[in-house]
């Protein structure tokens, strides 16, 4: 515990508060400079290469000549590449017509083309196709085991590696070809069997696959090892350098966007203790999506996830008990009277939360849709505080909850139930059905994802919340359940 002066009132009042010794915003200003760049960041000029390199890129990909195995592999570079949202439609229609030939057994795809099948296989899950595992049965040997002659397929294997990714529970098979493939490819890796140009390719992907990657990042990865290999298609990289460049442009802006609101809003005086995040907050709408459709739905989210992380830090990092059962039922009846006679810090953070939430109700056209979306978000914010409140009850408590009972409510303090309905909320799946179906208890799709990320967290931060009172995180309760260290 922190013993702090209580500003709101007179100096000799002091409140023992848990105050926690974050690092400072390690951005500067830096990308304020973005906020007075034009709107329209395309030249007409730029316009009209982008344009020719379009039509270029889907006469390539249309082109009657290609083999399902080229197009499969049109499909993953364009991808890759960051530029297969401009053709959404062309790529569904190819895939279908794929899946149809493969329904009827008629793919020509050669018999030991591992690369073209676990292309195949991927690309199909990734479009949420139903394609069998036993896909890959070709490649094993009397004894269920793979051939050991793949081995000497690099691009197959690694190919079979990143497929194993889009495996589903209880598909052993796929279990064995990973440890498979990635033993033979760290083998490889480890004992310079490997050009330069693919082991750097191949540790990144036993690194962090594709189907795991942050795809902005990925595609900016991807363009550089692209761009090195001598059979690369020079008008799919011009298109992609072009199209990237003004994309960046569109996040820098909308970045600059949220620095400002974030300084203007004067939150580092107003809330000392909390942290200064922008640029992370607005990292998580970007994961989500770069595209150009959801600009605005990457701006209200992030200034969403940094209000988050206010309101985290004043139920971790500041409140007292007390103030926090009354800030709790200022967001329950979302009416500031509880808070009236706390410090100011605590009207200032939920003043910005009414304000994030005016804003998506304002970003959703339809009145109907709006009021629905409101409803939701409030919902999920309360969830959120009651969860926050939980957590410091048990610090307040010295409890340490069994790890069963810390992941109930760890899977809502994650806040990723709040992410995905501000998400949705702004988009064309804002109904009635589907918001009930997230708020529908087990939703097992959406407790799986909070969880990952509320034990992600926990062992991200784990050592550091050790230096202060803090409630006990995954690590301690999972020691204390199953009597480990």
């Known amino acids: 515990m922190t013993v ?11 409140i023992a508060r848990p105050c926690a010794n974050f690092r400072p915003n390690i951005w500067g200003d830096i990308f304020l400079q973005y906020h007075n760049s034009p709107l329209d960041v395309v030249n007409e000029n730029m316009r009209q290469q982008l344009e020719t390199c379009k039509e270029e890129v889907k006469k390539i990909f249309l082109s009657s000549s290609n083999t399902i195995s080229q197009k499969l592999n049109i499909i993953d570079s364009m991808q890759r590449l960051g530029i297969s949202y401009h053709f959404e439609r062309e790529i569904d229609e190819a895939l279908e017509q794929i899946q149809k030939i493969s329904i009827n057994n008629a793919l020509d795809i050669g018999e030991g083309d591992l690369h073209s099948i676990g292309l195949l296989f991927r690309l199909f899950r990734q479009k949420g196709y139903h394609i069998s595992s036993d896909i890959f049965n070709k490649f094993k040997n009397e004894e269920g085991k793979f051939n050991e002659t793949i081995v000497e397929d690099v691009e197959g294997l690694w190919s079979l ?94 970045l600059g966007n949220i620095t400002r609101w974030w300084k203007e809003s004067d939150f580092a005086t107003k809330v000392p203790y909390a ?42 990092a500041y409140g007292t008990l007390q103030e926090l059962e009354l800030f709790t039922e200022a967001i329950k009846r979302w009416n500031a009277n509880p808070i009236k006679s706390l410090p100011t810090c605590f009207k200032v953070v939920f003043n910005a939360i009414l304000e994030v939430v005016d804003e998506i109700e304002s970003a959703v056209v339809d009145a109907e849709k709006s009021s629905l979306v409101s409803k939701h978000v409030k919902q999920a914010f309360l969830n959120l505080a009651e969860a926050y409140l939980l957590e410091a009850k048990w610090c307040n408590e010295d409890y340490v909850p069994t790890y069963d009972e810390y992941k109930v409510n760890g899977a809502m303090s994650s806040s990723l139930q709040l992410h ?31 969880l990952v990320g509320r034990l992600k967290d926990d062992l991200a931060s784990h050592r550091f919340e050790r230096e202060r009172d803090h409630v006990a995180s995954a690590v301690e309760c999972c020691m204390k359940q199953y009597g480990i260290s």
Not at 4 to 14: C, G, P, V
Not at 282 to 295: D, G, H, N, V
Not at 430 to 448: G, L, R
């Open 275 to 316: 942290r200064e995040r922008v640029v992370e907050a607005y990292l998580w709408p970007f994961s989500m999506s770069s595209e150009p459709k959801y600009s605005t739905h990457r701006r209200i989210v992030g200034q969403l996830i940094s209000c988050i992380c206010l309101l985290d830090d004043t139920y971790d």
């Open 420 to 450: 995905i309905v501000a998400f949705v909320g702004l988009g064309e799946f804002a109904t009635k059905e589907v918001f009930d179906w997230i708020f529908s208890d087990p939703t097992t799709i959406i407790k799986a994802v909070s």
């Open 4 to 14: 702090t002066a209580n500003s709101d009132q007179h100096a000799s009042s002091y």
């Open 161 to 254: 590696y990143e497929a194993t990714q889009l495996s589903t529970h209880g598909e052993d098979s796929l279990d064995e070809a990973h440890d498979f493939a990635y033993t033979n490819l760290k083998y490889m890796i480890t004992n310079n069997k490997l050009s330069t140009y693919l082991a750097k390719q191949i540790d990144q992907s036993l690194t962090l696959p594709i189907h795991k990657g942050v795809p902005r990042i990925e595609t900016r990865r991807y363009m550089s090892f692209y761009e090195e290999d001598p059979s690369h298609d020079k008008v799919l990289l011009t298109f992609a350098k072009l199209d990237f460049n003004v994309l960046q442009k569109m996040h820098q802006k909308e």
